[in-house]
């Protein structure tokens, strides 16, 4: 039978949609189909919530049309038979799906009085235990207390069960406290989510039209980025950059146009900026020397022009609010927020949600993603002139699975960031002409080389590649793992590590492995990217290496060195050679579950396995898949990839004392992600 679970709140702005994100991820993680229903909507159409949840990997198998119940104005004109179309469309969707999640109304169109009881009738009639969510913002722990029990009261009235009380907004130096207290009310499982000011945050376009502001300058793209806080610049230069705050909109009186160029200035500097937009009050028109001034110069802040005076411009923009899920980078907060803050297993518990054995390429990410949080992780970037790695370094600092360092002039990486909307405030730029570190560095190579002639002139030129200087920034300590490859070649990005960083002690060659993702199991498959005709003791450290890397995310390691023939069927100098290098394998790793020669299909089918390796404990059950040749290697993982819609992840370097990972030149933003994610793992067990 579908379960499905209710979340409701008594009132608006608790970011109620971040937290039904963050139950159909949790959700998606345990079974193959997970739905989200709608029940009360504004209107029919697809709106922000909606697009939202459609729009992750998590749900599938959904419309619009499917997503939604009724209309508020349906509702009040016949709650009954807006009930029974609730629940037939509700059983339609369940019956698709293991498991729904169902979220209730918005507290925007029916009186607040009666709405909650409606949202209580709904649950109940649906047959769903309730997540009450309630906003602590303002709050005293008393009157949290007293909400949650009134509310509670009010959905057990109706014979519901109330599994969960999430708080939100809270602050973090009472989240204790108020998790204790909310504990007292229902001894149910209680979540407390400190304040995030990107959730409630509304976009520059928003709030341009709260004003009736028309974008007089300023990228249109824009208008979609959040706005965190609001700024009226009413002194002078000197105070106003005292008051500034990155992602602000700025209100500026129009005949204070002076503040225009150096607030520009202040949006490009990475001590000040990225700003949100600026918001010209009053409706005078701008005098033609500015507007000269500005015309002649790159201007991508949204610089807007409203009638109203700036008093009244900034009551309206104080009270425009946003959507907690209306926006990519809201989405990745509110997941990060749910990832950190929330019990997964007593939540589970209490929802009585069965696990399931299988791991999906959604479940794999989110895996990811909290094994490199456990232990942030500094990961060095030295390719900072390449958009898409300002792009990956963005998501990253977003979704929090590592610290971010980025090698280059950080007033022209500020200014780009700031082009492309970004804000990189998090990361730290490091200048790699500065004379006390290209010295050290210097020095230090000069050392490790010395053997094969490098002076300290030569040491110098070769640290202006930076991926030397990212390299030595590993090898010292100063950043745990390097991300490299997008501009440079494999060989640029490999040949530093292996000069300085070196192999870890007993491996002899370093190697490449892809993480497969496939629809229910995640496997490995290496050397598909270094060596292309490794020798016997080389394709035995591969081995060795690879299950080293299937433990550290999370594969039981059951090795398979593939070859044409299984087992003692076949000889030749190839199978030989594979027969070799299983050998070194079992006497260097006796612990290890490996199985070769062997046949791809005896590696992965328990039928043919019976046949030709009946007492294997590798063969039919492998998962980590050891290929003679980079040719085959390279070849297979693409053709799985291509034909199967198996999700490559990698390559993952393998066999360095320090994790340095290459990327394709043709790399896109979620290939740098995924690296940089995997490259933060790796680091965790150095």
Not at 449 to 470: M, N, Q
Request: net charge negative.
């Amino acid at each position: 039978m579908t379960k499905s679970v209710f979340i409701a709140a008594s009132e608006r702005q608790v970011n109620k949609s971040a937290i039904a994100l963050g139950v159909v991820d949790l959700f998606a993680r345990r079974v193959k189909s997970v739905g989200f229903f709608r029940p009360l909507v504004p209107s029919l159409t697809a709106d922000p919530i909606t697009t939202a949840l459609l729009n992750t990997k998590a749900v599938s198998a959904q419309t619009a049309e499917d997503s939604v119940g009724v209309t508020y104005e349906d509702w009040a004109a016949d709650p009954a038979a807006s009930l029974d179309l609730i629940v037939a469309k509700h059983a339609a969707l369940a019956e698709r799906h293991d498991v729904t999640v169902i979220i209730g109304s918005d507290f925007a169109d029916l009186t607040t009085g009666t709405e909650l009881d409606s949202n209580a009738q709904i649950a109940a009639n649906l047959n769903a235990p309730v997540i009450y969510v309630c906003r602590a913002a303002d709050r005293s722990i008393e009157e949290m207390r007293r909400l949650a029990e009134e509310a509670i009261e009010v959905f057990e009235s109706r014979d519901n069960t109330v599994v969960g009380i999430m708080a939100t907004r809270a602050d973090r130096a009472r989240a204790e406290e108020l998790a204790t207290a909310l504990h007292e009310v229902r001894d149910v499982a209680v979540s407390v989510f400190p304040g995030e000011p990107v959730l409630p945050a509304p976009s520059v376009g928003e709030q341009f039209a709260a004003v009736d502001a028309e974008l007089w300058r300023g990228n249109p793209e824009f208008l979609a980025k959040e706005s965190l806080h609001t700024i009226v610049a009413g002194m002078t230069l000197p105070n106003v950059l005292d008051f500034l705050t990155r992602e602000a909109t700025v209100i500026v009186p129009a005949d204070r146009l002076d503040l225009l160029p150096p607030l520009i200035m202040a949006h490009r500097s990475s001590s000040h900026g990225p700003l949100a937009s600026i918001i010209m009050t009053g409706g005078f028109e701008v005098p033609r020397s500015v507007a000269d001034l500005l015309s002649s110069s790159e201007v991508d802040l949204p610089i807007g022009r409203t009638n109203l005076d700036t008093f009244n411009t900034a009551v309206v923009l104080q009270g425009v609010n946003g959507i907690s899920t209306s926006s990519p980078r809201k989405v990745e907060v509110a997941r990060d927020l749910f990832d950190r803050h929330v019990d997964e297993e007593a939540l589970l518990k209490a929802i009585d949600l069965p696990r399931s054995e299988i791991r999906t390429p959604t479940m794999f990410e989110h895996q990811l993603m909290q094994m490199a949080r456990r232990n942030l992780k500094r990961i060095v970037l030295p390719e900072s002139t390449d958009d898409r790695i300002l792009r990956a370094a963005d998501i990253v600092l977003q979704r929090g699975v590592a610290e971010i360092i980025l090698l280059g002039d950080p007033a022209v990486i500020a200014r780009r960031a700031a082009e492309l909307g970004l804000n990189l405030s998090k990361a730290e730029l490091v200048n790699p002409t500065t004379p006390e570190l290209v010295e050290r560095f210097a020095d230090e190579y000069a050392k490790l080389r010395a053997h094969k002639g490098v002076t300290i002139e030569t040491a110098r030129e070769r640290l202006t590649d930076l991926s030397y200087f990212g390299t030595m920034m590993v090898h010292l300590g100063m950043a745990d793992g390097m991300v490299s490859g997008a501009v440079n070649t494999t060989a640029n990005t490999i040949r530093p590590s292996l000069e300085f960083v070196k192999t870890k002690p007993g491996v002899s060659v370093v190697s490449g492995s892809f993480l497969m993702s496939m629809s229910s199991r995640v496997v490995v498959y290496a050397d598909c990217a270094v060596n292309p005709n490794p020798t016997a003791e080389q394709l035995a450290d591969i081995a060795i290496s690879s299950a080293e890397t299937a433990t550290n995310f999370g594969v039981e390691p059951r090795v398979a060195m593939l070859s044409y023939s299984t087992g003692d069927s076949g000889s030749g100098e190839d199978v030989d050679l594979v027969r070799e290098a299983t050998r070194i394998v079992k006497e260097k790793a006796p612990e290890l579950k490996v199985e070769g020669p062997i046949q791809f299909d005896a590696a992965v089918d328990e039928v043919v396995a019976a046949k030709k390796m009946p007492d294997s404990e590798v063969a039919g059950r492998a998962t980590v898949f050891i290929f003679p040749d980079l040719n085959t290697g390279n070849n297979t993982y693409k053709a799985v990839q291509r034909t199967s819609g198996a999700v490559a992840i990698g390559p993952v370097l393998q066999g360095l004392r320090k994790p340095v990972n290459d990327l394709s030149r043709g790399a896109l933003v979620d290939d740098i992600v995924s690296t940089i994610t995997i490259t933060a793992i790796q680091a965790q067990s150095n």
